[in-house]
């Protein structure tokens, strides 16, 4: 069975960065997509960013690009969401997911596996 734990998350103010983990565990992950969504209160969860464990290929909304990069390490099973120059409109729960598939997908539908999710406060 697919885990997905996350951690990272947190209070700080604009401008301030944060480091997201996600462990993965239940199976080898190289045929799969992993990505983070965020979900503000009152609004739906979008995309934030996606990568191919196999070859390291990332996308990105363009609400984010620039600013965060998601990465994974092997070794370790676990995908990071690295945010700089946070921004209040930043503020969500942010989710880690995965797919067992080759596409960088930006519809949550699709994905498979979710983690519970972690708190990302932005103060202004």
């Known amino acids: 069975q697919v885990q997905l734990v996350e951690s990272g998350g947190g209070l700080v103010q604009a401008g301030g960065s944060l480091n997201l983990s996600c462990v993965a565990s239940?199976?080898?992950?190289?045929?799969?997509?992993m990505g983070w969504f965020r979900q503000a209160p009152g609004k739906e969860r979008e995309f934030v960013a996606a990568?191919?464990?196999?070859?390291?290929?990332?996308k990105y909304a363009d609400s984010v690009k620039g600013r965060f990069t998601i990465s994974r390490d092997n070794a370790k099973n676990t995908v990071y969401l690295q945010m700089n120059s946070l921004k209040p409109e930043d503020t969500a729960v942010y989710y880690c997911?995965?797919?067992?598939?080759?596409?960088?997908?930006?519809?949550?539908?699709?994905?498979?596996?979710w983690g519970q999710g972690t708190q990302v406060t932005v103060s202004s």
């Open positions: 997911t995965g797919r067992l598939s080759a596409i960088l997908a930006v519809t949550p539908q699709v994905y498979d596996y």
């Open positions: 990568i191919r464990w196999s070859t390291g290929f990332t």
């Open positions: 239940g199976r080898p992950f190289s045929s799969y997509v």
